[in-house]
């Protein structure tokens, strides 16, 4: 159901604490936290995916030694998915979510006192998280990186086994990261392990490749090997 501007103040109103006139730089930090706990829930994409992309870019970011704004990195890494969620989400499929994200993302941002000045290097960030983007800006670059990775290894596997429905229903066949049965999501596993890697382009982030490619092959050798080759699935 469509949510009015006053509703979706209300959401945001409802997220915080502290009021605006008294919050401290660092509040609309735990406001945007608290708020994605309440209202991004998704196995795959939800607010666990998003504190786990600042953590990762941080982490590259340090590792490359690259001057990133970590006020970017962490507005960024908590709203990337916005787009996944009611109601900022597009039911157009043919929308990309990174770009109905970035223009959508700004309001909730101001309204938790986020610094206006940084919200076009968010809204950058967010156009370019996808591993099949381009990324150019600093922060850009290691959110698309850390968000790639999220895909990779254990965790990929997992997001996307998560995302496993019975029944087949519609909602799982019409996303493309979504499965709805587990042979669709060894599948689906495997189309991320070859198209996710070559599009991340920081160096601490391709130095992380191999390890996580290998602990997701060998999970889903061993997944096959149990399973008649996937066939009793």
């Known amino acids: 159901m469509h949510r009015t501007a006053s509703t979706i103040a209300a959401l945001i109103g ?9 919050q401290t730089p660092q509040d609309w930090r735990a406001g945007l936290e608290a708020f994605a706990k309440a209202h991004f829930r998704h196995p795959a994409w939800g607010w ?3 504190r786990r992309d600042y ?8 590792a490359d030694g690259a001057m990133v704004d970590d006020d970017v990195l ?3 890494a ?18 990309d979510h990174s770009d109905v994200g970035a223009a959508k ?9 986020f610094p206006a000045a940084k919200i076009a290097a ?3 960030a967010t156009r370019t998280h996808m591993y099949y983007r381009k990324a ?24 996307i086994i998560a995302t496993v429905e019975h029944g087949d229903p519609p909602a799982a066949k019409a996303d493309p990261f979504a499965a709805p049965d587990l042979p669709a999501a060894v599948a689906l596993i495997e189309q991320n392990l070859k198209d996710a890697p070559p599009g991340i382009q920081s160096p601490a982030g391709r130095a992380r490749i191999p390890a996580l490619v290998a602990e997701a092959h060998a999970f889903l050798a061993r997944l096959k090997a149990e399973s008649d080759d996937g066939k009793a699935l």
């Open 55 to 62: 953590i990762v870019a941080r982490d590259l970011a340090r």
């Open 105 to 113: 993302l700004g309001d909730v941002l101001i309204g938790l006192g």
């Open 136 to 159: 150019i800006t600093p922060e850009a670059i290691y959110i698309h990186d850390a968000d790639a990775l999220d895909w990779l290894g254990a965790i990929g596997v997992a997001r």
């Open 14 to 22: 409802a997220a915080l604490a502290t009021p605006a006139a008294a």
């Open 48 to 50: 666990q995916h998003s």
């Open 122 to 124: 968010v809204r950058e």
């Open 74 to 76: 962490f507005a960024a």
């Open 78 to 95: 908590f709203t990337h998915d916005i787009a996944g969620f009611e109601p900022w989400e597009d039911k157009d499929l043919s929308h």
